[in-house]
């Protein structure tokens, strides 16, 4: 396209500018082709003439478009240049605080000089596993890009970190090895990525010091090799040194300093194992005093020593070593203090006993003369002779600097070297990462040896990376099939050929160094010779012979020759280190052993100061090295080590990190312009920049150009193939095909052709927005005149209504007043009749009541009189009646009594004889029954009786004191009668007196009104003053009421909010508590797995493995529970004695030692365990011999009971016997006397003679298999006897039978109620048993032996259980009547009640009211009645109609028997065979219980946990059968009092479930299948523990199953841990499963087509990073959710444990969700926002559907709705501030600070987020109190209760299917 088209009016564009750089300005004029001059105005408003370059007519470059700036990558900014990337870097770094920044491959990291919260292990967590692209840029992306492609592409990968001084370099390194220290984690449990970490303090220590430009600046290079095995685990690491700076030992410039182990010793100096080394402040030694700064700011140097001992400890260097290194660097520091002093010109001479030097001797192990004298000597040999000649003192000084510079050297590689050795690993590397921290370009005024050393490696590693890219385009450009043209890129090969080639300035001072009188001077003019007019990138200063100029990549550099010489020989004195190789140190030994064999240079020539050495780390030589390899150059060394580096890194795929230093002043996200354009061009970004430019740096994919660019087509250009539309609109909107090129995925575009289209577009949805804005505007117009009309016709028909209204009144007005009149003339008139009415009937009345009083008096007197009679006459005929009847009752008792004692007698001659006892059993039940119910009916008479003898009392009683009281009321009537008659003459004496005295009192009373009338008007004046201060008083009373109520309100509202967040805050401690104890648990079940893993581990290292077999991760051990065995922890404890020594040499100490502390807590466990079974077993012991004694006494009973159950054996064996031979008797006389008919009489009798025979056979048989299988039980008991716990408890119950007669009401019973199939015995035991108790003197040791006491104990049992039952039932059912009773009597009270009340209010009504009211009340009670009626007579209707249908049935059964019996027709043969009647047996009820043998315990749990399908138990069967199975067969062994049977199903139940778990941990369906039975099984062993708290909602039924014999409660709390661990292990799987959809279902899918659109970024993911998966949609999400909703629902999960799952789920699904927003700007956006929210919504809309809105979930995704209304919010004034500050209370400062930060807008209609505005709510929010950290931690887990819920299902009910192969299990 023409510039004319992009150089218009308003079109901003960059120019040069001295200051700035680049200076921003917008063009007031349209540019026309051949204009000289640029119309511009600055950003300040002034005018400015741009002249063009008349030669090149070059226009200066176009900014990007506002919504291009910020973006994550530089090559994704349509316009590609220099000011383009620096103003980006700028606003990405000053305005929105971001320092890392994508430039193609590269990451650009400028240091902030600020520590930053981006570097905890959430970032690193939300890092791992992301594609490079999907995230903000950050050197963790990298660090993952790289562990992902070493995993994927099976290569080794390299970071190489580079910059300048202060740049961040070791910070990025030490980051990014932090990222792969956490994210793989070590192959054992050595803690290799520790001890990785570990180096980086040493290694800082050692080879760090501050400078001016950084206060922790590396002064060499490293590259670490982190290696990993083929699970990529780190497993060792290996570190490569390059550069050391050895000149700062003993030089150091202004503010800077010595490396800071030296400060660090000084510092610790007062430490008692330091007091050797004699040394003091860091102003007392030469080498540490030269910068005059020793202090760090922030930094304790004290403290950073104790972390470098910690360092070395854990990399496995002993404390021994640690103080000999420690010796060797405080004998430098007084090595420098040796004072050297002139002797003469030529010679010197340190004085004697020189302190420093003697402590030196001392330190180092040297004798003092050989050392004060060659350090003023040197040995000169010839070829003949050998000379010592003294040296002046300055070479003395710089010799005496140069030993120290060497012993440090040799120092710092024997560290290296070890940390190397410690950092080995015996594991094969399988591959690495190398990490490349190494000096970026540098130029100083004076540059020397080392600069040019660091700028040629820097050179060779431009090289590097200029190839790379240029490889990664060419690879992209063929991917996508676009047509490959050659782009020009800068090649530095020249200027690498200048340095290291042939003749070469490394070849020529190597040639120069070997000359005999060599010199840097000599060696410049052979360069000027050689380069100066063949090269055209060498140069010579003009005002200088002693330098020379290098083009490099970055600039050019002045060298300065002095000094190349003699550092790159870098010689030391060789008597000086003879005399140190005889010290009696022997570190310092070990130091110098290998000086002949070393490759690297052994020391540096004299030097006046400056950065003037270097050292190279030696590289390790082969064996048959000669020793002139000692005679290496530095260049060469550094060429050779530089060669190997770049072989290592051509062999790697590598990752470049480029760290800019922002300023040079250290402030805080400063950006100086100058200074980052240094380092943007020396670094290399420029050159990506341009290498991307120069091809096609736009890159879309056709999807994301169609929904950007939409908007510019028209509805027929629309096709379905994306591809064919998006050319055939690229063909009409650019005209020039060279501007674009279609590959296979992607459209490629030229620099500024995206700007171009953003152009089009925004001018399309300009027009658009104007035509929009004209629509609006017409419709607001025309609404604003709709409502002026509407407003004008509404005010017109109120004031004509107001008019109408007005007058109405006035009518209304006139007519009240008539009305007023006539009725106050009515008013006054009936007043006036009134009164003369009330006055004739108040006389009356007076009269009449006068009257009637005397009537009643008369009446009353007569009727009391007439009372007393009846009450003395009834008085005295009772008293004829008691005496009588007590006289009748005596003669009747004195009668019976007679006839009582000669019963007696009767009854005890018959009770002495057997026979009459068992007709009194025989018919005991039926009499008890009778007088049962005989007693009831006496009872229930009683009760009447009492209850109406109780109503006739109460009312005599209240008679008879009515009767007291009128009785003492006429005497006293009486007595004031007589005085009254005694009265009448004085009372007509004193009439007389009060008439005269009335006539004074009316002339009185005129007086005193008149002065009442007076004394009444000042009265009513009073009143009305005083009403008035009432009235005044009234109102202030009530204010203060309002006042004192409004107050009480405010407490009570204070009170509550206090009592509501004081049970907020102690639920939430609850919750901590119980999220505390589930992660202790979680962490007690990592430490076992690791306990077992290493133990297996151990046993792996002692046993060698057969070939072929590879230990996995999913075959470690699993979790085993706390209630195993001592058995276990003894073999535990064996296995780790037995692999302890094997174990020494790879473990880690502290884990050593842990296991070491664990293992004697299981000791002592085991201990106490063993004590408690011995005291068990004493009292064992002592309760049997107690049992013996008491065993002898029970021998008596026991005889006897035999004998009855023999003799009663026998009889009934007689009666069976006679009874066959009669029907044998019978059958053969009817066989004899012919065919008889089936219906003949004889016949029938035969039949039921014989039927009633089989079924006394079917009894007797049931006895003897009873007493049979008793046998067995006893025998089987009697084998296990000796292992028994407790005194069997059968020997007291038979003692307490010591009556005859209870021995035979026991066996009685045992007779009537054990007749069960289950029970076989033989007659010849019996038989045998008998016979035993027969003999006169039987051996009860023999008799027990086969079981008889055991017998007796069962039958005792059996009828003790029987007997309870009964009782139990009989007081249950007593309990029930009188429960009855009492509520009967109860409601009798209250009809009496109520009753009186209506008796007394009707005696209080007049005559014809009462009579209506007891109307009223009969006809209430008879409907009452009549209502009771007829619910009865429903109820009976329903029991006549079910037992009409019973009848049915029954009557249909009866037809089906008969019709079976088929009459036999009269030719049928007499010798048919007649087929017996199938007589169906009543089923047994069943106690819920399931039988199950021990040896067939492994089976119960393989079928029923192991290898149980869940899906299929879940569709089919009802839910948690398998618990209810489980605690079935764990009930059974409790019934039959097994401990260690339902110790050893527990164990096994729990253990098997740990390993199902383990085996299939991932898969959510089991585990959700596992989690719902273990509540299951836990609520039934609650629900049946016989609790009272458990039991509420218990049937009957239920509370009689519960457990009898043990207590499971410290079961219980096992299986509760269990199901946290299954609960953690649900959601971890959960969370593996919702992980992958969640970023991609909530940002990145947009749910609302066409509101997000694709922002024009351009943004490019490198091709390596993206993976082949599926793109999930929030869809996606909901149906996965849906699927766990109803697994967990078919699973019978409690449904408070499915609210808290759902919940765990939401609060995944938004942390995750808004993690990823806070990383990453491209979806921080307004449109975003909205997807968000719709998002939300649809997720608390499937909350509604399933009913969970109450569960809490939705109040999780609260801080993701507050971020996305943030997004969405105006973000201008302060009151948007207040609001935003209100609204988002869920986030946190720093999450509201980094969404406005990355708030991005998509279009050119929206706008940023200014900086002001973020600092006005960062001001408003500084005073919240809150965690620091930015990411929500997606690693919590809500703590989990199980709530307890019990089952209705009723256990005798369940029935076990087939498919589940539990057929030996037996119902009970």
């Known amino acids: 396209m023409a510039a004319s088209e992009l150089y218009t009016k308003y079109a901003r564009v960059w120019i040069p500018d001295v200051e700035e750089v680049w200076r921003s300005a917008e063009l007031t004029k349209d540019y026309r082709q051949g204009d000289g001059v640029l119309q511009l105005q600055l950003e300040d408003g002034k005018e400015l003439e741009y002249k063009l370059d008349p030669k090149t007519n070059n226009l200066p470059h176009l900014r990007n478009p506002d919504i291009l700036v910020g973006e994550n990558d530089l090559t994704a900014l349509s316009y590609l240049h220099e000011p383009a990337v620096l103003h980006n870097l700028k606003v990405r770094f000053t305005d929105s605080k971001l320092i890392y920044t994508y430039c193609g491959i590269v990451l650009v990291a400028i240091n902030p000089y600020e520590t930053l919260p981006i570097y905890g292990s959430d970032i690193i967590n939300a890092y791992s596993g992301q594609n490079m692209g999907d995230m903000d840029p950050h050197i963790f992306a990298v660090a993952e890009e790289a562990y992902k492609q070493m995993a994927r592409d099976e290569r080794n990968q390299s970071i190489i970190v580079s910059g300048e001084s202060g740049a961040g370099k070791t910070v990025s390194a030490k980051y990014a090895m932090r990222y792969f220290a956490t994210v793989s984690g070590s192959a054992s449990e050595a803690n290799v990525e520790e001890k990785v970490l570990a180096s980086n303090p040493i290694m800082e220590s050692i080879g760090n010091a501050k400078t001016t430009r950084n206060d922790n600046s590396s002064r060499f290079g490293k590259y670490i090799e982190i290696g990993f095995d083929k699970r990529y685990h780190i497993i060792g690491a290996n570190m490569r040194t390059y550069l050391l700076e050895k000149s700062r030992v003993v030089f150091q410039a202004d503010e800077e300093r010595n490396y800071h182990i030296f400060y660090q010793l000084c510092a610790s100096a007062h430490l008692p194992e330091f007091k050797a080394l004699k040394l003091g402040k860091a102003d007392n030694f030469h080498y540490t005093k030269q910068g005059r700064n020793p202090v760090i700011d922030g930094i304790d140097d004290a403290k950073e020593m104790s972390t470098t001992r910690h360092a070395f400890t854990l990399l496995g260097v002993n404390e021994s070593y640690q103080i000999g290194l420690f010796r060797i660097l405080a004998s430098i520091l007084h090595l420098g203090n040796v004072e050297v002093k002139d002797r003469d010109s030529d010679s010197s001479i340190i004085p004697p006993n020189n302190g420093h030097l003697s402590v030196f001797c001392e330190l180092m192990g040297v004798t003092y003369q050989d050392m004060s004298h060659w350090l003023c000597h040197k040995k000169l040999k010839t070829a003949t002779e050998t000379y010592i ?101 800068y090649d530095n090969q020249p200027c690498i050929n200048l340095i290291e080639a042939k003749m070469g300035v490394l070849d020529l001072l190597d040639e120069e160094c070997k000359m005999p009188k060599g010199s840097d001077d000599s060696w410049a003019q052979k360069l000027y010779n050689t380069h100066l007019k063949t090269c055209a990138l060498f140069e010579k200063p003009r005002m200088s012979n002693k330098a020379f100029i290098i083009q490099h990549f970055a600039d050019k550099v002045e060298y300065q020759c002095d000094g190349f010489l003699e550092k790159n020989k870098d010689t030391v004195n060789e008597e000086q280190i003879h005399v140190l190789k005889g010290s009696k140190f022997d570190l310092l030994v070990e130091l110098f052993h290998d000086e002949e064999k070393a490759t690297s240079p052994t020391g540096a020539a004299p030097t006046t100061g400056g950065r003037t050495r270097l050292s190279v780390k030696p590289v390790k030589s082969k064996a048959g090295q000669s020793s002139k390899e000692h005679k290496k150059t530095v260049g060469l060394q550094f060429r050779n080590s530089l060669h190997l580096l770049m072989e290592t890194l051509n062999a790697t795929t590598p990752h470049y990190v480029r760290c800019i230093k922002p ?22 970004v420029l050159e990506t920049i341009r290498i991307s430019a120069a091809g096609f740096p736009s890159r879309w994919t056709y999807q994301e150009f169609f929904s950007r660019y939409r908007v510019l087509m028209v509805q027929k250009d629309v096709l379905t193939d994306r591809k064919m539309t998006c050319k055939n609109v690229l063909e009409k909107l650019v005209q020039d095909p060279d501007k674009y090129q279609f590959g296979k995925t992607k459209i490629f575009f030229r620099a500024g052709q995206v700007a171009y289209l953003e152009k089009l577009r925004a001018d399309k949805l300009r027009a658009a927005c104007i035509r929009i804005q004209k629509t609006i505007r017409c419709w607001l117009a025309r609404k604003k005149y709709l409502r002026m009309k509407h407003a004008a016709t509404t005010i017109q028909r109120y004031v004509r209504g107001h008019q109408a209204r007005c007058l109405a009144k006035f009518l209304r007005r006139t007519r009240a007043a008539i009305f007023i009149q006539k009725y106050q003339r009515m008013y006054v008139q009936r007043t006036c009749y009134k009164r003369k009415q009330a006055a004739a009937l108040a006389m009356q009345c007076i009269l009449r009541a006068y009257m009637a009083r005397q009537l009643y008096k008369a009446l009353l007197r007569e009727h009391k009189a007439i009372i007393i009679q009846k009450m003395v006459r009834g008085w005295l005929a009772r008293q004829w009646f008691k005496r009588s009847l007590r006289a009748i009752v005596y003669l009747q008792c004195c009668i019976r009594r007679m006839r009582a004692k000669w019963e007696l007698k009767k009854l005890k001659i018959e009770a002495r004889s057997v026979e009459h006892f068992k007709k009194l059993n025989i018919g005991m039940e039926n009499k008890i029954m009778q007088l049962q119910r005989r007693i009831d009916e006496q009872n229930k008479d009683n009760r009447s009786l009492s209850e109406r003898l109780n109503g006739l009392e109460i009312s005599h009683a209240a008679e008879s004191e009515r009767m007291r009281v009128e009785v003492h009321r006429l005497r006293g009537a009486e007595e004031d009668a007589k005085n009254n008659a005694n009265k009448v003459t004085t009372l007509l004496e004193e009439l007389e007196r009060l008439r005269k005295d009335l006539k004074n009192t009316q002339k009185e009373k005129k007086a005193i009104e008149d002065w009442a009338k007076t004394y009444q008007d000042e009265m009513e004046k009073m009143i009305s003053e005083l ?34 967040e004081e049970t907020q805050q102690l639920e939430n401690d609850l919750n901590e508590e119980r999220s505390r104890y589930q992660n202790l648990l979680t962490e007690h079940l990592r430490l076992e797995e690791k306990y077992d893993d290493l133990k297996e581990e151990i046993t792996l290292a002692v046993n060698v493995p057969k070939p072929g077999h590879r230990r996995t991760d999913s075959t470690h051990s699993s979790n085993e529970s706390e209630c195993t065995y001592n058995s276990e922890f003894a073999e535990s404890e064996e296995g780790s004695r037995g692999g302890e020594d094997v174990s020494k040499a790879i473990l880690d100490m502290s884990l050593f030692l842990k296991l070491q502390k664990r293992v004697s807590e299981l000791e002592q466990e085991k201990q106490s365990l063993q004590n408690e079974l011995d005291r068990r077993e004493e009292q064992f012991q002592r309760a049997r011999a107690r049992d013996d004694e008491e065993h002898k006494k029970a021998r008596g009973a026991e005889l006897e009971y035999e004998s009855l159950k023999r003799q009663e054996l026998e009889s009934e064996n007689k009666k069976l016997k006679h009874h066959l031979n009669e029907m044998r008797q019978s059958l053969r006389g009817s066989a004899e006397a012919g065919s008889a008919a089936p219906g003949s009489p004889p016949y029938t009798v035969l039949l039921d003679q014989l039927n009633s025979s089989n079924e006394e056979l079917e009894v007797r048989k ?29 020997i007291e119950d038979v003692q307490k039978l010591t009556d005859a007669k209870e021995i035979s009401q026991a066996y009685m019973g045992l007779k009537d109620t054990n007749r069960s199939p289950r029970f076989t015995r033989r007659p010849t035991e019996v038989n045998e048993l008998v016979s035993r108790l027969r003999s006169p003197f039987p051996d009860y040791h023999k008799l027990n032996e086969d079981g008889e006491l055991w017998l007796v104990y069962e039958g005792l049992k059996e009828t003790n259980r029987l007997l309870e039952s009964q009782l139990q039932a009989q007081r249950r059912s007593h309990d029930n009547e009188v429960e009855v009773l009492r509520g009967e009597l109860h409601s009798v009270k209250e009809d009496n009640n109520r009753q009186q009340q209506l008796l007394a209010q009707n005696l209080q009504l007049p005559p014809e009211a009462r009579i209506e009211a007891s109307l009223q009340h009969e006809i209430t009670r008879l409907t009452n009645e009549n209502l009771d009626l007829m619910e009865q007579l429903e109820k009976q209707d329903k029991t006549v109609r079910k037992l009409k249908k019973q009848l049915k049935v029954f009557a249909k059964k009866i037809n089906d028997l008969e019709g079976g019996q088929m009459d036999v027709s009269p030719g049928q043969t007499t010798d048919e065979p007649v087929h017996p009647v199938n007589i169906p047996r009543r089923e047994k009820d069943f106690q819920g219980m399931l039988e199950y043998k021990k040896e067939d315990e492994l089976k119960l749990v393989k079928n029923l946990i192991l290898e149980l399908k869940p899906r299929g138990v879940a569709v089919n069967l009802i839910p948690g059968l398998p618990a209810y199975i489980l605690f079935m067969c764990l009930r059974h062994a409790d019934y039959v009092n097994d401990d260690q049977k339902v110790r050893s199903l527990l164990t096994s139940v729990i253990n098997s479930i740990k390993k ?23 609520h039934c062993l609650k629900q ?99 699927s766990f909703h109803s697994i967990m629902c078919q699973h019978g999960t409690d449904p408070e444990l499915i609210k808290q799952v759902v919940k765990q789920q939401f609060y995944i699904i938004g942390a995750v969700t808004l993690n990823n927003l806070l990383l990453r700007k491209d979806m921080c956006s307004w449109s975003k926002g909205m997807q968000i929210r719709y998002n939300v919504s649809q997720l608390e809309e499937w909350l509604r559907d399933k009913n969970l809105m109450t569960c809490g979930a939705k109040e999780t995704l609260e801080p993701l709705i507050q971020a996305a209304q943030l997004l969405q919010v105006k973000k201008k004034t302060d009151e948007d501030a207040e609001a935003i500050c209100s609204m988002c209370n869920a986030l946190s400062t720093a999450q509201i600070v980094k969404v406005l930060n990355l708030y991005t807008p998509v279009n050119a209609f929206e706008e940023r987020v200014s900086v002001l505005f973020i600092r006005t709510i960062q001001t408003r929010l500084r005073d919240r109190k809150e965690s620091p950290q930015l990411l929500m931690d997606t690693k919590v887990i809500y703590p989990v209760t199980f709530p307890f819920n019990p089952s209705s299902l009723a256990l005798e009910t369940i029935q076990i299917p087939g498919s589940l192969n539990l057929a030996f299990l037996t119902r009970v």
């Not at 298999?1265 to 408890?1289: D, F, G, Y």
């Open 389 to 489: 000649k003294p040296v002046p003192k300055l070479q003395a000084i710089n010799a005496r600097d140069a030993l120290a510079k060497h012993i440090y050297a040799k120092l710092f590689n024997w560290i290296v070297h070890h940390v190397n050795k410690s950092l080995h690993s015996s594991v094969k590397q399988h591959s690495f990462i190398g990490v490349l921290d190494i000096y970026g370009f540098e130029t100083f005024e004076i540059n020397s040896f080392e600069q040019f050393c660091i700028n040629y490696a820097n050179e060779k590693l431009q090289q590097q990376f200029n190839m790379h890219v240029f490889k990664l385009e060419q690879e992209e450009y063929m991917r996508e099939q676009i047509p490959w043209t050659l782009i020009d890129f």
């Open 663 to 684: 300023n040079d002043f250290k402030l805080a996200f400063t950006f100086d312009p100058k200074r980052a354009v240094q380092q943007l061009r020396a670094c290399g």
């Open 1027 to 1060: 009403k008035e201060q009432n009235h005044l008083l009234k109102n202030e009373k009530n204010d203060l009421n309002r006042l004192i109520q409004e107050q009480g309100q405010q407490w009570t509202d204070k009170m509550q909010r206090a009592l509501k």
């Open 1262 to 1290: 049931e006895e003897v298999l009873i007493l049979r299988s008793q046998l067995v039980s006893q025998k089987e008991a009697m084998q296990h006897k000796a292992t028994m716990t407790e005194p069997l408890p059968y």
């Open 1556 to 1578: 199902i778990l383990k085996k299939r941990g991932d898969d959510f369906e089991t585990v959700s299948f596992w989690l719902s039975n273990t509540c299951r099984f836990l």
């Open 1584 to 1682: 049946y523990s016989g609790d009272e708290q458990f039991m509420k909602h218990n049937s009957s039924k239920q509370n009689d199953h519960c457990l009898s014999n043990f207590d499971l409660a410290e079961y219980r709390q096992v299986l509760s841990d269990l199901a946290i661990q299954i609960y953690q292990q649900l959601i971890k799987s959960m969370e593996n499963t919702l992980q992958p959809m969640i970023v991609s279902g909530m940002l990145e899918h947009e749910t609302i087509q066409g509101v997000s659109g694709v922002k024009p970024t351009g943004l490019r993911k490198r091709t390596s990073s993206i993976a082949d998966e599926g793109t999930y949609t929030l869809d996606s999400i909901i149906r996965q959710l849906n």
